[in-house]
């Protein structure tokens, strides 16, 4: 089963043209599975990532590893 260990969240906002703004970011979760420890990068929009629990970003993190997107 793996663990989470920590999650860092990251959005920078940068100006495209002077009118439109776009947002890059995402997730950096570092995890354990007993024998490996390791990390992912999730990106996903700061409006859904506010309302993650740790049992969604576990489920990320192990769809992530296994190749589904």
Same mark, same amino acid.
């Given at each position: 089963?793996?663990?989470?260990? +920590?999650? $860092?969240?990251?959005? @920078?906002?940068? #100006?495209?043209? %002077?009118?439109? $703004? #776009?947002?890059? %970011? %995402?997730?950096?979760?570092?995890?354990?599975?007993? $024998?490996?420890?390791?990390?992912?990068?999730? =990106? @996903?929009?700061?409006?859904?990532?506010? +309302?993650?629990?740790?049992? =969604?970003?576990? $489920?990320?993190?192990?769809?992530?590893?296994? %190749?589904?997107q």
């Amino acid at each position: 089963m793996i663990q989470i260990l +920590n999650v $860092e969240v990251n959005w @920078i906002s940068a #100006t495209q043209c %002077g009118k439109c $703004e #776009t947002v890059y %970011g %995402g997730m950096l979760v570092n995890y354990f599975d007993g $024998e490996v420890r390791d990390y992912v990068r999730l =990106d @996903i929009p700061e409006n859904v990532a506010m +309302n993650l629990t740790l049992n =969604d970003i576990r $489920e990320r993190v192990v769809l992530k590893l296994r %190749g589904v997107q």
